[in-house]
Every structure is written in structure tokens, then in C-alpha cells.
């Protein structure tokens, strides 16, 4: 069975792959998300990890520059800090408690809710900035069988857009992205060109600045790949709590905000909001 590490030390060397290969000039391009750049897309994967982990373990993660001065060591030291915490063998006995969530080993709630986030924002980037856009297949799959039974309750969230159509045909990672809200030639409703980065804007801070999972790792849920750890008493015991957490996300839309989702292109909830959801 993967580990948590090695499983974050292949998806995050994906991300890192396609941060070292963006041109010096090529940050400001509008990524596969309404009014984000390529730097946001860092910036969201940067910003709301940190808080998430310190609010359920108590633990800080180094901090590196900010994605507007110097994105690719923004990456770097954040991504370096996750790999150090998993590679830790004392990880393994610690655990991540939130009150939407119950109480997880720290590597499978980093795995559920943070990794699954860096895969699928790695196709963001590489559209935004003309690199390989191919994800894992055998990920994409994985991921993909985990939403499909969520369908309704993703969309009740209000934090994935309409599902956009797709041949039956298409490809594995052609239907995730479609699943989740992105057309299919991943064009985000915004023009060519430079956008300007949402730096310290409500909806960065809605989107990254406050202690809650990212929403798509409701995905890793049932995570074929940890799914022997996640049947041990302590993740067990978790279960009916990730299920409460999926109903306080459904209750969200009620109150929701309009504009984008930095995950999916769809209504984003208020920063308010979003604090008691399980996935931002």
C-alpha cells in the first residue's frame, strides 16, 4: 500500500514540475479559474494548508516568501515542510482533530484533504502556463469514483460548479475535470492575456486564509489507497463525523456568496462560510 509520504512526494513533485517550468513572465497569466492568475493557484495550495493543519495538530508549517514576491520558493518551502512532516516517522502516531471532521491520523488527513488538492491543481497550473497538462489516470480514476456517489451533495455545497458534459467515451481525466466544473478545453470565462492576482483579496482569504480542508479532497474520502488505514478505530470513529461535515457543506449554498470557486469554478461561499464547511 502507497504511503502518505511517498504518495505526496509523487504528487507534489508533479506540482513542482510545472512551478520550476513557468517563465519568468508567465505568472500573471490567467489560470483555468475565474480572476486568479498562475500564482494564485500556488497562492490557494500555500495559504490555506497551513492554517487547517496548525487549527487540527497544532503544528506550524515553514513559511516562504509570499506567491506575489517569489512564487516558486512560496512552493518550495511549503512543499519541503509537508514532505519533512510525512517523512517524520513520529507522524505516524499523531492525529488531526477539526469539530466538522472528528479525529484522523495526521498522514491520512493530509493525504484526504491536502495532497488530493496539489493533483488536482496541477492541471490548473499547466493550462494556465502552457506546460504537460496529463494527470495519473489511476489517480484521476481513484478520485473520480470517489465523487461520483457525492454527486448531489457536491453540488448542494456550492463549491463545484454544473457538471459539464463530456462524450461517454472521453478519457479518465477528461470526465474528472468535467465532474468537478471545468470545460472540457479548460477556458475559465476570462480574456487572454494578464489577470491581476487576487493578493489579499476577500476571496483569497475566503479561499486560503482560514483552517478548512480544500474542496476537492472530499474526493479522498473513500480513497481506495488508505482505505485499510482509514477502517482502523481511530478513522472509524471519524467516519459519521466526515458525514456531518458533508451536511454542514451542503448547508452552505444557503448562504453562499456569488463569484468563483478557486476549485471549481462555481459559487464561492463567503470566508464566514466557509470556516464551518469541511472543504474550501
Known sequence: MTTAAAEHRTVAGGFTDRVRGVAPDGWDAPAPVAGWAARDVVRHLVEWFPGFLKAGSGIDLPHGPSADEDPVAAWTVHSDGVQALLDDPATAGRTLTNPHLGELPLDIAIDRFYTSDVFMHTW???????????????????????????????????????RVEVPDDADVQTRLLAFIGRTPDGSSGQPPGRVRSVRRSKRCRAACGVP?????????????????RSSSPASSASSSARTRGIRVSAAVRSTSSTGSSPCSGSAEPAASDITSDTAS
Open 212 to 228: 478548512s480542508p480544500s474542496p476537492n479532497a472530499i474526493a479522498c474520502q473513500v480513497s481506495p489507497r488508505l482505505r485499510d
Open 124 to 162: 490548473d497550473l499547466a493550462r494556465a502556463t502552457g506546460q504537460d497538462e496529463k494527470l495519473d489516470p489511476v489517480r484521476c480514476a481513484a478520485l473520480l469514483e470517489g465523487m461520483l456517489p457525492m454527486d448531489e451533495v457536491l453540488r448542494a455545497s456550492g463549491q463545484y460548479g454544473p
